[in-house]
């Protein structure tokens, strides 16, 4: 049952992402720190300056149905660009509610959003929240998990477990172990930085009836900064899917583990890229004569996201996203 679920929210997508792709700006990547390490990063896929005047970001805590908006009034996005928003806590001497947020964080900002909590609630998101971008007049451009599930304590699935409670896990869980029930928000978004994956062109629109996380986000460790600021889509590139009617190629394992990564291609290559999340190539090797096959030694390369271009013997190029662990 959960196979056929998956492979029709996967039609879905493709279907819906054929008729609306790289026409809308939408939530790109959602960091979920230690203390007040929370940030939101949304990414404009088209090839015009958006202005955010008419958007506003709305929390929807314990992802129930009481909005908490704040306006993104002021702000622009440059084309294939992204923008930032950190909440404002920037106290050095702050404790408690009013902890800094970490350095690293504070220079990826393009804003700073809602200092007081009583104030505005938007930005005191803590895993176990919805959120969304919409407009100003309520319609919906993205959203993050679920807004008002039937029972928020069993994370953001329908299926649950009932020999666990969230608020009460085993003192030692895996994302394996937990990957539904109550601890699934444990598992995959809370203490979590979510980027949104490379293949996805435009934002949920509606709200779903089950939010699988790893069918849009990648879910890295507490406190991954370095990935904001920058975000890389197939709106950039040829699609992954004229690619494949052309060439046969894997990349495997993927993720990488052992600091190898196989390459296997059915027609030449000429060389091959590596690039880190915010641009930087680390490695370009060269092949004139075209090879099929190789080995890629990554082992000096620390965990984290990273891109592969391929580019084969007719120029056409392809872009991968690897994850080093």
């Keep these: ?29 959602y960091v979920e720190g230690s203390g007040n390490n929370k940030a939101i990063e949304l990414y ?9 005047t008419p958007y506003q970001l709305v929390r929807y805590s314990n992802g129930g149905a009481i909005p908490y908006a ?4 002021g702000g622009f996005i440059k084309s294939k660009s992204t923008y930032v928003v950190v909440i404002d806590k920037r106290v050095p ?9 970490d350095s690293a964080l504070v220079i990826k900002a393009d804003t700073f959003l809602c200092p007081v909590y009583d104030v505005n609630r938007m930005m005191y998101f803590n895993g176990n929240d919805a959120v969304t971008l919409e407009k100003n007049d309520g319609s919906i451009v993205d959203i993050f998990a679920i807004v008002g599930p039937p029972d928020t304590e069993d994370g953001w699935t329908d299926i649950t477990d009932t020999t666990i409670t969230w608020n009460n896990p085993p003192e030692e869980y895996t994302i394996v172990d937990y990957g539904v029930g109550p601890l699934f928000w444990l598992s ?12 996805v062109l435009y934002g949920v629109t509606e709200n779903p009836d089950v939010f699988i996380v790893t069918m849009e986000w990648d879910s890295l460790p507490q406190n991954t900064f370095d990935s904001l600021g920058s975000h890389y889509c197939d709106c950039n590139t040829f699609g992954i899917t004229d690619i494949e009617n052309d060439y046969d190629f894997s990349f495997y394992p993927n993720p990488v583990t052992q600091g190898e990564l196989n390459i296997d ?3 030449e290559i000429r060389k091959l890229e590596v690039f880190t ?20 030694d990554l082992s000096e390369l620390k965990s984290s996201l990273y891109f592969v271009k391929i580019t084969f013997d007719n120029q056409k190029t392809v872009v991968k996203k690897i994850i080093i662990k």
């Design 44 to 52: 404009n896929p088209t090839n015009h300056v958006i202005d955010l």
């Design 1 to 29: 049952m959960k196979k056929l679920l998956l492979s029709i929210l996967t039609v879905f997508f493709a279907i819906s992402m054929t008729a609306q792709n790289c026409t809308e700006i939408f939530i790109s990547e």
């Design 70 to 73: 704040v306006s993104l009034e």
């Design 188 to 199: 995959w978004t809370q203490n979590h930085t979510l980027i949104r994956k490379p293949e």
């Design 265 to 267: 291609a059915d027609f």
């Design 93 to 101: 001497v702050g404790t408690g509610q009013e902890i800094p947020v």
């Design 277 to 296: 999340i915010l641009g930087k190539a680390i490695l370009n090797n060269n092949y004139p004569s075209g090879i099929r096959n190789t080995v890629l």
